[in-house]
Protein backbone atom coordinates (compact mmCIF):
# COMPACT_ATOMS: atom_id res chain seq x y z
CA UNK A 1 0.00 0.00 0.00
CA UNK A 2 2.39 2.76 -0.87
CA UNK A 3 1.58 6.55 -0.13
CA UNK A 4 -0.80 5.28 2.97
CA UNK A 5 -1.84 6.75 5.68
CA UNK A 6 0.68 6.39 8.51
CA UNK A 7 -0.11 4.48 11.50
CA UNK A 8 -0.77 6.46 14.69
CA UNK A 9 2.69 6.48 16.92
CA UNK A 10 3.97 3.58 18.59
CA UNK A 11 4.29 3.93 22.13
CA UNK A 12 7.84 5.96 23.23
CA UNK A 13 7.32 7.73 19.77
CA UNK A 14 5.72 10.77 20.71
CA UNK A 15 7.25 13.37 19.44
CA UNK A 16 8.74 12.10 16.60
CA UNK A 17 6.96 12.58 13.17
CA UNK A 18 6.04 9.40 10.86
CA UNK A 19 7.26 8.86 7.21
CA UNK A 20 5.56 10.69 4.98
CA UNK A 21 4.66 7.22 3.09
CA UNK A 22 4.26 3.89 4.02
CA UNK A 23 4.03 0.31 1.76
CA UNK A 24 3.32 -3.20 2.95
CA UNK A 25 6.54 -5.17 4.26
CA UNK A 26 4.59 -8.34 2.93
CA UNK A 27 6.07 -9.41 6.46
CA UNK A 28 3.15 -10.33 8.88
CA UNK A 29 4.75 -9.59 11.74
CA UNK A 30 6.51 -6.42 10.48
CA UNK A 31 4.03 -4.88 8.95
CA UNK A 32 4.08 -1.53 7.05
CA UNK A 33 7.40 -0.07 6.38
CA UNK A 34 8.51 3.70 4.68
CA UNK A 35 8.22 3.42 1.24
CA UNK A 36 11.66 4.25 0.54
CA UNK A 37 12.66 1.24 2.39
CA UNK A 38 12.89 -2.66 2.05
CA UNK A 39 12.30 -6.20 4.11
CA UNK A 40 15.30 -8.80 3.48
CA UNK A 41 16.18 -11.62 4.66
CA UNK A 42 18.90 -11.43 7.45
CA UNK A 43 21.26 -13.67 4.84
CA UNK A 44 21.51 -10.60 2.34
CA UNK A 45 21.75 -7.89 5.38
CA UNK A 46 24.30 -10.06 7.89
CA UNK A 47 24.81 -13.52 7.11
CA UNK A 48 26.08 -15.88 9.84
CA UNK A 49 29.92 -16.51 9.81
CA UNK A 50 30.92 -20.32 11.10
CA UNK A 51 33.93 -20.69 12.23
CA UNK A 52 34.66 -22.43 15.27
CA UNK A 53 38.09 -23.78 17.84
CA UNK A 54 38.36 -26.66 19.63
CA UNK A 55 40.38 -25.16 22.61
CA UNK A 56 39.58 -21.30 23.60
CA UNK A 57 43.33 -19.48 23.30
CA UNK A 58 44.72 -17.62 26.23
CA UNK A 59 44.30 -14.19 25.01
CA UNK A 60 41.29 -14.29 23.59
CA UNK A 61 38.39 -12.85 25.77
CA UNK A 62 35.27 -15.21 25.78
CA UNK A 63 31.47 -14.31 25.51
CA UNK A 64 28.84 -16.82 27.22
CA UNK A 65 24.94 -16.17 26.99
CA UNK A 66 25.71 -14.65 30.97
CA UNK A 67 28.02 -11.71 29.64
CA UNK A 68 25.08 -10.69 27.01
CA UNK A 69 22.54 -8.10 29.24
CA UNK A 70 19.10 -8.84 27.75
CA UNK A 71 17.22 -6.18 25.45
CA UNK A 72 20.18 -3.61 26.30
CA UNK A 73 23.13 -4.84 23.70
CA UNK A 74 25.63 -4.50 26.63
CA UNK A 75 28.29 -6.93 27.35
CA UNK A 76 29.30 -7.61 30.96
CA UNK A 77 33.02 -9.23 30.92
CA UNK A 78 34.26 -8.12 34.07
CA UNK A 79 34.17 -11.58 35.27
CA UNK A 80 36.06 -14.47 33.02
CA UNK A 81 36.11 -18.10 32.84
CA UNK A 82 39.06 -19.59 34.08
CA UNK A 83 38.93 -22.46 31.49
CA UNK A 84 36.10 -22.98 28.84
CA UNK A 85 36.18 -26.77 28.09
CA UNK A 86 33.09 -26.95 24.93
CA UNK A 87 33.82 -25.98 21.31
CA UNK A 88 33.93 -22.40 20.68
CA UNK A 89 32.93 -20.38 17.67
CA UNK A 90 34.95 -17.16 16.69
CA UNK A 91 34.10 -13.41 16.37
CA UNK A 92 35.14 -10.38 15.06
CA UNK A 93 35.28 -6.67 15.49
CA UNK A 94 32.16 -5.34 13.20
CA UNK A 95 29.91 -8.81 14.10
CA UNK A 96 26.93 -9.10 16.17
CA UNK A 97 26.29 -11.14 17.93
CA UNK A 98 22.55 -13.07 18.83
CA UNK A 99 21.82 -15.50 21.46
CA UNK A 100 19.61 -18.31 19.29
CA UNK A 101 19.43 -20.16 22.90
CA UNK A 102 15.81 -19.08 24.63
CA UNK A 103 15.53 -16.43 22.29
CA UNK A 104 12.81 -14.31 23.91
CA UNK A 105 15.76 -13.29 26.22
CA UNK A 106 17.03 -10.88 23.39
CA UNK A 107 20.28 -11.33 24.12
CA UNK A 108 22.15 -9.13 21.11
CA UNK A 109 25.83 -7.41 20.87
CA UNK A 110 28.01 -5.76 18.63
CA UNK A 111 32.18 -5.66 19.99
CA UNK A 112 34.25 -4.01 18.46
CA UNK A 113 36.82 -6.24 19.27
CA UNK A 114 37.82 -10.05 18.41
CA UNK A 115 37.21 -13.17 20.18
CA UNK A 116 35.28 -16.51 21.36
CA UNK A 117 32.27 -17.72 22.26
CA UNK A 118 29.99 -20.27 23.52
CA UNK A 119 28.27 -22.47 20.51
CA UNK A 120 24.36 -20.94 21.55
CA UNK A 121 25.69 -17.26 19.88
CA UNK A 122 25.48 -16.76 16.60
CA UNK A 123 28.06 -14.16 14.69
CA UNK A 124 26.38 -12.19 11.97
CA UNK A 125 28.76 -9.83 10.01
CA UNK A 126 26.97 -6.89 8.63
CA UNK A 127 27.53 -7.21 4.38
CA UNK A 128 29.59 -4.02 3.22
CA UNK A 129 27.43 -0.59 3.10
CA UNK A 130 25.59 -1.98 6.31
CA UNK A 131 25.38 -0.77 10.14
CA UNK A 132 26.57 -3.40 12.61
CA UNK A 133 24.70 -1.13 15.21
CA UNK A 134 21.41 -0.71 13.22
CA UNK A 135 21.12 -4.18 13.15
CA UNK A 136 22.10 -5.13 16.51
CA UNK A 137 18.98 -2.99 17.13
CA UNK A 138 16.91 -5.01 14.36
CA UNK A 139 17.70 -8.00 16.42
CA UNK A 140 16.36 -6.52 20.14
CA UNK A 141 13.04 -5.49 17.92
CA UNK A 142 10.24 -7.00 19.91
CA UNK A 143 8.09 -7.87 17.54
CA UNK A 144 10.84 -9.57 15.82
CA UNK A 145 11.51 -11.50 19.21
CA UNK A 146 8.25 -12.57 19.73
CA UNK A 147 8.05 -13.90 16.27
CA UNK A 148 11.48 -15.72 16.63
CA UNK A 149 10.76 -17.43 19.69
CA UNK A 150 7.79 -18.70 18.23
CA UNK A 151 9.47 -20.83 15.96
CA UNK A 152 11.94 -22.77 18.65
CA UNK A 153 12.35 -26.32 19.43
CA UNK A 154 13.03 -28.17 22.31
CA UNK A 155 10.97 -27.57 25.58
CA UNK A 156 13.24 -27.33 28.80
CA UNK A 157 16.25 -25.66 26.06
CA UNK A 158 14.11 -23.89 23.41
CA UNK A 159 16.13 -22.53 20.62
CA UNK A 160 15.94 -21.75 17.03
CA UNK A 161 18.26 -23.07 14.41
CA UNK A 162 20.98 -20.55 12.39
CA UNK A 163 18.72 -21.40 8.94
CA UNK A 164 15.68 -19.70 10.81
CA UNK A 165 17.33 -16.91 12.09
CA UNK A 166 19.24 -16.58 8.12
CA UNK A 167 16.35 -16.80 6.33
CA UNK A 168 14.30 -14.42 9.04
CA UNK A 169 13.43 -11.00 7.34
CA UNK A 170 14.40 -7.28 8.65
CA UNK A 171 13.67 -3.78 7.57
CA UNK A 172 16.21 -2.64 5.43
CA UNK A 173 16.52 1.12 4.73
CA UNK A 174 19.45 3.22 2.91
CA UNK A 175 22.89 2.74 4.60
CA UNK A 176 23.31 6.39 5.83
CA UNK A 177 19.41 6.22 7.43
CA UNK A 178 20.50 3.20 9.15
CA UNK A 179 23.17 4.67 10.76
CA UNK A 180 21.26 7.69 11.63
CA UNK A 181 19.09 5.52 13.59
CA UNK A 182 21.71 3.60 14.94
CA UNK A 183 23.30 7.01 16.00
CA UNK A 184 19.76 8.45 17.21
CA UNK A 185 18.99 5.11 19.41
CA UNK A 186 22.94 4.97 20.72
CA UNK A 187 21.69 8.38 22.33
CA UNK A 188 17.79 8.21 23.52
CA UNK A 189 19.00 4.65 25.01
CA UNK A 190 21.90 5.96 26.59
CA UNK A 191 20.16 8.68 28.51
CA UNK A 192 17.16 5.94 29.43
CA UNK A 193 20.15 3.70 30.94
CA UNK A 194 21.31 6.84 33.17
CA UNK A 195 17.94 7.15 34.54
CA UNK A 196 17.53 3.35 35.18
CA UNK A 197 20.85 3.09 36.98
CA UNK A 198 19.51 6.11 39.23
CA UNK A 199 16.19 4.49 39.87
CA UNK A 200 18.67 1.22 40.64
CA UNK A 201 20.80 2.56 42.35
CA UNK A 202 17.55 4.53 44.87
CA UNK A 203 16.47 0.40 45.50
CA UNK A 204 19.82 -0.28 46.43
CA UNK A 205 19.88 2.16 49.32
CA UNK A 206 16.69 1.54 50.31
CA UNK A 207 17.16 -2.20 50.53
CA UNK A 208 20.44 -1.17 52.22
CA UNK A 209 18.34 1.15 54.54
CA UNK A 210 15.99 -2.08 55.51
CA UNK A 211 18.33 -4.14 56.33
CA UNK A 212 20.16 -2.30 58.33
CA UNK A 213 17.49 -1.14 60.11
CA UNK A 214 16.42 -4.75 61.15
CA UNK A 215 19.60 -5.32 62.47
CA UNK A 216 19.90 -2.47 64.58
CA UNK A 217 16.44 -3.06 65.96
CA UNK A 218 16.80 -6.99 66.82
CA UNK A 219 20.12 -6.43 68.41
CA UNK A 220 19.57 -3.13 69.96
CA UNK A 221 15.72 -2.26 70.65
CA UNK A 222 13.58 0.07 69.29
CA UNK A 223 14.31 3.74 68.54
CA UNK A 224 13.61 5.91 71.67
CA UNK A 225 10.39 7.04 70.27
CA UNK A 226 9.12 3.93 69.14
CA UNK A 227 9.47 2.38 72.30
CA UNK A 228 8.15 5.30 74.10
CA UNK A 229 4.91 4.69 72.23
CA UNK A 230 5.09 0.70 73.03
CA UNK A 231 5.24 1.55 76.51
CA UNK A 232 9.15 -0.02 76.53
CA UNK A 233 11.75 1.54 78.48
CA UNK A 234 13.39 4.23 76.02
CA UNK A 235 16.78 4.70 77.62
CA UNK A 236 18.08 1.09 77.83
CA UNK A 237 21.47 0.81 79.20
CA UNK A 238 23.83 -1.61 77.16
CA UNK A 239 26.06 -4.48 77.91
CA UNK A 240 28.68 -6.53 76.09
CA UNK A 241 27.01 -9.61 74.22
CA UNK A 242 30.02 -11.91 74.28
CA UNK A 243 29.03 -12.49 70.62
CA UNK A 244 31.15 -10.79 67.97
CA UNK A 245 28.27 -9.94 65.36
CA UNK A 246 25.66 -9.61 67.89
CA UNK A 247 27.65 -6.66 69.50
CA UNK A 248 26.51 -4.40 72.68
CA UNK A 249 23.07 -5.45 73.39
CA UNK A 250 20.17 -4.06 76.35
CA UNK A 251 21.33 -4.91 79.62
CA UNK A 252 18.10 -7.01 80.33
CA UNK A 253 18.28 -9.19 77.05
CA UNK A 254 19.50 -12.59 77.56
CA UNK A 255 22.18 -14.56 75.01
CA UNK A 256 21.16 -18.43 74.35
CA UNK A 257 20.97 -20.23 71.46
CA UNK A 258 18.38 -21.78 69.16
CA UNK A 259 18.15 -25.15 70.97
CA UNK A 260 17.18 -22.75 74.33
CA UNK A 261 14.12 -21.83 72.65
CA UNK A 262 13.14 -24.84 70.12
CA UNK A 263 9.92 -27.28 70.95
CA UNK A 264 11.63 -29.03 68.02
CA UNK A 265 14.35 -29.29 65.23
CA UNK A 266 13.49 -31.76 62.31
CA UNK A 267 15.12 -32.40 58.87
CA UNK A 268 12.87 -32.90 56.31
CA UNK A 269 12.10 -36.26 54.66
CA UNK A 270 14.89 -38.21 53.05
CA UNK A 271 14.93 -37.98 48.65
CA UNK A 272 13.57 -41.86 49.02
CA UNK A 273 10.80 -40.84 50.83
CA UNK A 274 9.10 -39.12 48.20
CA UNK A 275 8.39 -40.90 44.82
CA UNK A 276 8.02 -39.42 41.20
CA UNK A 277 4.65 -41.00 40.78
CA UNK A 278 3.74 -38.73 44.01
CA UNK A 279 4.14 -36.07 42.80
CA UNK A 280 0.41 -34.34 41.01
CA UNK A 281 -0.08 -30.51 39.97
CA UNK A 282 -2.41 -28.96 42.53
CA UNK A 283 -1.88 -31.14 45.56
CA UNK A 284 0.26 -30.53 48.57
CA UNK A 285 2.88 -28.06 48.59
CA UNK A 286 6.38 -29.25 49.73
CA UNK A 287 8.84 -26.56 50.58
CA UNK A 288 12.54 -26.66 49.24
CA UNK A 289 15.38 -24.12 49.44
CA UNK A 290 14.45 -22.48 46.51
CA UNK A 291 10.54 -21.85 48.09
CA UNK A 292 12.68 -19.77 50.68
CA UNK A 293 12.23 -16.13 49.93
CA UNK A 294 12.03 -12.73 51.99
CA UNK A 295 11.68 -14.61 55.29
CA UNK A 296 8.51 -16.34 53.63
CA UNK A 297 6.83 -19.34 51.64
CA UNK A 298 6.55 -18.99 47.86
CA UNK A 299 5.04 -22.82 46.64
CA UNK A 300 6.13 -23.22 43.09
CA UNK A 301 2.84 -24.96 41.42
CA UNK A 302 4.71 -27.98 40.57
CA UNK A 303 6.80 -29.71 43.71
CA UNK A 304 3.06 -30.92 45.14
CA UNK A 305 2.33 -34.33 46.52
CA UNK A 306 -0.66 -36.36 46.02
CA UNK A 307 -3.26 -37.08 49.46
CA UNK A 308 -1.51 -40.50 50.31
CA UNK A 309 2.22 -38.70 50.18
CA UNK A 310 1.13 -35.64 52.75
CA UNK A 311 -0.43 -38.25 54.95
CA UNK A 312 2.57 -40.69 54.87
CA UNK A 313 4.69 -37.79 55.97
CA UNK A 314 2.16 -36.10 58.43
CA UNK A 315 5.14 -35.48 61.35
CA UNK A 316 6.17 -33.39 58.30
CA UNK A 317 3.26 -30.97 57.86
CA UNK A 318 4.14 -27.45 58.68
CA UNK A 319 2.46 -25.17 61.62
CA UNK A 320 1.74 -21.39 61.81
CA UNK A 321 4.91 -20.15 63.29
CA UNK A 322 7.36 -22.91 62.39
CA UNK A 323 10.75 -21.80 60.84
CA UNK A 324 12.31 -23.34 58.03
CA UNK A 325 15.93 -23.42 57.13
CA UNK A 326 17.45 -24.10 53.98
CA UNK A 327 19.78 -27.10 54.80
CA UNK A 328 21.77 -26.48 51.34
CA UNK A 329 22.60 -23.62 49.41
CA UNK A 330 22.05 -19.86 50.11
CA UNK A 331 23.86 -20.19 53.89
CA UNK A 332 21.17 -18.25 56.57
CA UNK A 333 17.95 -18.46 53.80
CA UNK A 334 15.02 -19.26 55.77
CA UNK A 335 11.10 -18.41 56.09
CA UNK A 336 8.47 -18.25 58.37
CA UNK A 337 5.05 -20.74 58.10
CA UNK A 338 2.10 -18.64 58.76
CA UNK A 339 -1.55 -19.73 58.80
CA UNK A 340 -1.71 -19.72 55.15
CA UNK A 341 1.11 -21.80 54.64
CA UNK A 342 -0.22 -24.63 57.68
CA UNK A 343 -0.66 -28.27 56.04
CA UNK A 344 1.65 -27.96 53.81
CA UNK A 345 5.18 -30.11 54.06
CA UNK A 346 9.10 -29.47 54.95
CA UNK A 347 10.94 -30.43 51.66
CA UNK A 348 14.21 -32.62 51.78
CA UNK A 349 16.20 -29.77 51.59
CA UNK A 350 14.76 -27.85 54.81
CA UNK A 351 15.00 -27.78 58.18
CA UNK A 352 12.24 -27.30 60.50
CA UNK A 353 12.60 -25.18 63.73
CA UNK A 354 9.39 -25.12 66.35
CA UNK A 355 9.89 -22.43 68.94
CA UNK A 356 9.14 -22.37 72.53
CA UNK A 357 6.19 -19.43 72.81
CA UNK A 358 6.81 -18.56 75.95
CA UNK A 359 10.74 -18.28 75.27
CA UNK A 360 10.54 -16.39 71.57
CA UNK A 361 8.26 -15.26 69.33
CA UNK A 362 8.81 -16.21 65.30
CA UNK A 363 8.00 -12.82 63.70
CA UNK A 364 10.67 -11.36 65.91
CA UNK A 365 12.68 -14.61 65.64
CA UNK A 366 12.49 -14.45 62.02
CA UNK A 367 13.86 -11.11 61.59
CA UNK A 368 17.06 -12.01 63.75
CA UNK A 369 17.93 -15.15 62.11
CA UNK A 370 17.63 -13.42 58.72
CA UNK A 371 20.57 -11.06 59.67
CA UNK A 372 23.70 -11.07 58.01
CA UNK A 373 24.91 -12.03 60.64
CA UNK A 374 23.62 -15.16 61.07
CA UNK A 375 24.57 -15.88 57.54
CA UNK A 376 28.05 -15.36 58.25
CA UNK A 377 28.33 -17.53 61.35
CA UNK A 378 26.86 -20.36 59.84
CA UNK A 379 29.66 -20.03 57.31
CA UNK A 380 32.09 -20.72 59.76
CA UNK A 381 30.25 -23.49 61.17
CA UNK A 382 28.77 -25.43 58.08
CA UNK A 383 30.25 -28.79 56.72
CA UNK A 384 31.98 -29.74 54.11
CA UNK A 385 34.56 -27.65 51.57
CA UNK A 386 31.12 -26.93 49.99
CA UNK A 387 29.67 -25.00 52.81
CA UNK A 388 26.88 -26.85 51.51
CA UNK A 389 25.35 -29.08 54.34
CA UNK A 390 23.39 -27.71 57.59
CA UNK A 391 22.19 -30.12 60.36
CA UNK A 392 20.08 -29.82 63.36
CA UNK A 393 23.52 -29.36 65.47
CA UNK A 394 24.59 -26.81 63.57
CA UNK A 395 21.44 -24.98 63.79
CA UNK A 396 20.66 -25.21 67.43
CA UNK A 397 23.92 -23.65 68.50
CA UNK A 398 23.18 -20.68 66.72
CA UNK A 399 23.66 -17.83 68.98
CA UNK A 400 20.63 -15.20 69.58
CA UNK A 401 19.43 -12.48 72.04
CA UNK A 402 16.48 -13.36 73.87
CA UNK A 403 14.34 -9.81 74.38
CA UNK A 404 11.27 -10.32 76.89
CA UNK A 405 8.40 -11.23 74.88
CA UNK A 406 6.70 -7.52 75.34
CA UNK A 407 9.75 -6.29 73.74
CA UNK A 408 10.02 -9.16 71.05
CA UNK A 409 6.02 -8.23 69.96
CA UNK A 410 7.05 -4.63 69.87
CA UNK A 411 9.86 -4.97 67.58
CA UNK A 412 8.14 -7.53 65.42
CA UNK A 413 5.02 -4.89 64.97
CA UNK A 414 7.78 -2.05 64.35
CA UNK A 415 9.40 -3.62 62.05
CA UNK A 416 6.23 -4.94 59.93
CA UNK A 417 5.31 -1.23 59.47
CA UNK A 418 8.55 -0.13 58.57
CA UNK A 419 9.12 -2.72 56.22
CA UNK A 420 5.93 -2.44 54.34
CA UNK A 421 6.79 1.48 54.14
CA UNK A 422 10.20 0.61 52.57
CA UNK A 423 8.57 -2.27 50.56
CA UNK A 424 6.24 0.28 49.28
CA UNK A 425 8.83 2.80 47.51
CA UNK A 426 10.78 -0.03 46.72
CA UNK A 427 8.09 -1.02 44.72
CA UNK A 428 7.07 2.28 43.43
CA UNK A 429 10.51 2.50 42.27
CA UNK A 430 11.07 -0.31 40.33
CA UNK A 431 7.42 0.64 38.57
CA UNK A 432 9.27 3.63 37.09
CA UNK A 433 12.49 1.32 36.34
CA UNK A 434 10.15 -0.91 34.46
CA UNK A 435 8.73 2.14 32.07
CA UNK A 436 12.05 3.42 31.42
CA UNK A 437 12.98 -0.08 30.15
CA UNK A 438 9.55 -0.50 28.46
CA UNK A 439 10.09 2.88 26.58
CA UNK A 440 13.65 1.69 25.47
CA UNK A 441 12.07 -0.99 23.98
CA UNK A 442 9.71 0.81 22.24
CA UNK A 443 11.82 3.37 20.83
CA UNK A 444 13.97 0.51 19.41
CA UNK A 445 10.86 -0.86 17.69
CA UNK A 446 9.38 2.03 16.71
CA UNK A 447 12.83 3.48 14.76
CA UNK A 448 14.26 0.53 13.33
CA UNK A 449 10.66 -0.39 12.16
CA UNK A 450 10.16 2.82 10.82
CA UNK A 451 7.48 3.95 12.39
CA UNK A 452 8.99 7.56 13.56
CA UNK A 453 11.30 9.57 11.55
CA UNK A 454 14.14 9.98 13.43
CA UNK A 455 16.54 11.01 10.50
CA UNK A 456 17.00 14.92 11.64
CA UNK A 457 17.33 13.92 15.35
CA UNK A 458 21.19 13.14 14.74
CA UNK A 459 23.50 16.07 13.72
Known amino acids: MSGAAPREHTAGAGRFKPYPAYKDSGVEWLGEIPAGWRSKRLKFVAPIRVSKLKVKPDDALYVGLEHVESWTGRLLLDTQPEAVDSVVGTFRAGDVLFGKLRPYLAKAASPDFDGVCTSEILALRPTSGGSQRYVMYCLLNAPYIRWLDSLTFGTKMPRVSPEQVSSSFAPVPPEPEQRAIAAFLDRETARIDGL ?69 LQT ?192
Open 268 to 459: GPFGSQLHANEYVLGGHPVINPANLRDGGLVPDGECTVNDAAAERLAHHRLQDGDILFARRGELGRCGLVTTQEEGWLCGTGCLRLRVHRDAARPRFLIRLLSTSGVADWLGLQSVGATMQNINTSIIGRIPLVVPPTADQEAIAAFLDRETVRIDALVAKVREATDRFKELRTALISAAVTGKMDVRGEVK
Open 196 to 264: VAKKEQLIELLQEKRTALITRVVTKGLPAEAAAKAGLDPDLPMKDSGVEWLGQIPAHWEVKRIRDVAEA
